[in-house]
């Protein structure tokens, strides 16, 4: 069998690297070219402008005064609508108390604009009759004759006499297939009344009794894949709702009464209404004592993901009218991002000199790391920019910024680590994979910290500040890879050449600037294993630039093992003196 050597593993290790970047710009490529992706970054607001949209918020249904506390509510629930991941830097703030400030970069589209207007009147109402399908206006309407007229007072919300002639010929004329029955109602239907409505996903067409439970009864919701009761995977999408305690409470009577209905008949649903419109109406497969529903059906992820959205962030009070729209400049533009990536290039200029300087040719791979590092980062920002919406602002430029330090921290962790196992007497290939197995636990504790306080920073910040925390982790995580896929493949291979083995003095590994003692030291003499480098350079030296070397890079550790065995040592002697 062929033997694999380190260098063999390390070529293999660097066609890795480059497949990854291969599937990036393949990836990239074919957004930009059937997608919305391009090669260039999306820029935030404070670089690049966009629309400004100016809110003023309604009660439905009245004239009452909107409160603070919903106003407050209204600003981080639209935020969570346009800017529910915290790196499209969209700007969402009140003004005089009253209305409500959304400025985003470029030009929203469609789908964002109706996040923004929509209302989120949600409520539970039951169905008393309809179903899929049935969207379209009745041709021949039911006579007037034949219209049913309830017999008694309404029970419960599931009584089919709230159904009256005047609802059911409501029901008959509405016509779901019409784009102005699926816009948002402009008057809330009162909750103690019966109403009809669409759900255009299934072209459906409903009779809903009262609202039984608000959508503020909502703690939250989310997705996932549903699960049996044995708790295995069952490959479809799942929408779970958690209700508060009153809600829990109301909607365990709720399915109590329509799951006794049984399948097939209409009243066994309850549709979940957003401003008038259906979003989803599913059957009651049984009784939900703990107030944790799971909506299943023909979801997709998508779908399910809206669905989710909707039911966690709709139950807003209030709704919004466009007083005003304009368009906004940059509020720092291209000057602003032009001094800033002067400054990231005066940064890389200054470690570039410094890795030069400090460890001649080996610097060179310091900045070839720093080059695919930046590659592999920008990439990633315009990746994410297609499919997250992400956009740099200029807060993001200095996290970038910030990186280039961090980054280049990790390769010269490594290279001191080299250097201290030629200083122990190794060669260079053993000391190239006996520094990498120190090093790599610094590095990994540094870059955990990183992270860690990039996460902290992301969820406890808003606005700017998150773009700021994303950059930051995601450099991080660039920083790891590149270390682990390139700095340390290429150094396993510049350890087998000529330049780099010999310790060439130009290499920035040579054995004499670095103060190394070889083992053999001629006429019989060897290097002990308890020396230091500070007792050898405490013998007869004619290069006092390795002499200075050898004192500086003793660590404090090896300093104190040196005094406590001289102090032994002298112990000793005036022992024997004394014999």
Request: hydrophobic share 45%; glycine share 10%; proline share 6%.
């Amino acid at each position: 069998m062929p033997r694999t050597g380190p260098g063999t593993a390390a070529k293999r290790t660097l066609v890795w690297l480059g497949v990854m970047f291969a599937l990036l710009a393949v990836l990239l490529g074919s957004g930009s070219i059937w997608g919305t992706a391009s090669w260039s970054p999306k820029l935030a607001l404070d670089l690049e402008g966009g629309t400004q949209m100016i809110l003023a918020p309604q009660v439905q249904g009245g004239s009452e005064e909107i409160t603070e506390e919903q106003l407050d509510q209204a600003v981080e629930i639209i935020r969570q609508r346009v800017d529910g991941s915290g790196v499209a830097e969209a700007e969402i703030n009140t003004q005089s108390g009253r209305n409500v400030i959304v400025s985003l970069p470029g030009i929203p589209d469609a789908e964002t604009r109706e996040l923004i207007q929509a209302s989120a009147q949600m409520e539970f109402r039951p169905v008393l009759f309809g179903g899929p399908g049935q969207a379209p206006a009745a041709e021949t309407p039911t006579p007037e004759e034949e219209l049913p007229v309830p017999t008694a007072e309404p029970t419960d919300a599931s009584d089919p006499n709230w159904i009256t002639g005047e609802v059911l010929s409501a029901f008959e004329a509405l016509d779901c297939t019409s784009p102005e029955a699926l816009e948002p109602a402009e008057e809330a239907v009162p909750a103690d009344e019966p109403m009809v409505a669409c759900e255009p996903g299934t072209q459906g067409k409903y009779i809903l009794g009262p609202v039984e439970v608000p959508g503020t009864d909502i703690d939250t919701a989310d997705f996932g894949m549903q699960r049996s009761a044995q708790g295995q995977s069952l490959n479809t999408w799942a929408v779970n709702i958690q209700f508060n305690a009153e809600g829990s409470e109301t909607f365990r009577e709720v399915t109590e009464r329509l799951f006794a209905f049984g399948q097939g008949d209409p009243r066994n649903q309850f549709a979940i209404v957003l401003d008038g419109t259906i979003i989803s109406a599913p059957t009651t497969n049984a009784v939900i004592p703990d107030g944790r529903p799971s909506i299943s059906g023909s979801f997709t992820e998508e779908s399910a993901a809206a669905l989710a959205e909707q039911l966690k962030y709709g139950a807003l009070p209030i709704s919004f009218e466009i007083q005003s729209e304009q368009q906004i400049s940059a509020t720092l533009g291209a000057d602003q991002l032009r001094l800033g990536l002067i400054a990231g290039i005066i940064g890389l200029i200054l470690v570039a000199v410094y890795s030069i300087f400090q460890y001649r040719m080996l610097g060179l791979v310091t900045i070839a790391s720093l080059v695919v590092a930046g590659l592999l980062t920008y990439l990633a920002i315009c990746i994410l920019g297609w499919t997250e919406n992400y956009r740099l602002s200029l807060a993001g430029v200095a996290g970038l910024i910030v990186a280039i330090g961090q980054t280049a921290d990790s390769f010269i962790v490594y290279f001191e680590r080299i250097r201290d196992e030629l200083r122990d007497g190794r060669g260079l290939v053993s000391a190239v994979e006996n520094g990498w197995r120190r090093a790599k636990r610094t590095v990994l504790a540094s870059k955990a910290v990183n992270l860690l306080a990039a996460v902290v920073l992301y969820f406890v910040a808003v606005g700017n500040v998150r773009g700021f925390a994303f950059t930051l982790g995601l450099t991080a995580v660039a920083d790891l890879i590149v270390v682990f896929l390139f700095t340390q493949p290429v150094m396993r291979l510049l350890a087998k050449t000529k330049f780099f083995g010999e310790g060439h003095r130009f290499s920035g590994l040579d054995p004499k600037k670095l103060g190394v003692m070889p083992l053999y030291r001629g006429a019989g003499r060897i290097r002990m294993p308890s020396a230091t480098p500070e007792t050898a350079a405490a013998g007869r030296t004619k290069n006092k630039a390795v002499s200075g070397e050898i004192a500086r890079r003793t660590t404090i550790a090896e300093r104190r093992l040196a005094e406590q065995k001289a102090l032994a040592a002298r112990s000793n002697g005036t022992d024997e003196k004394d014999k």
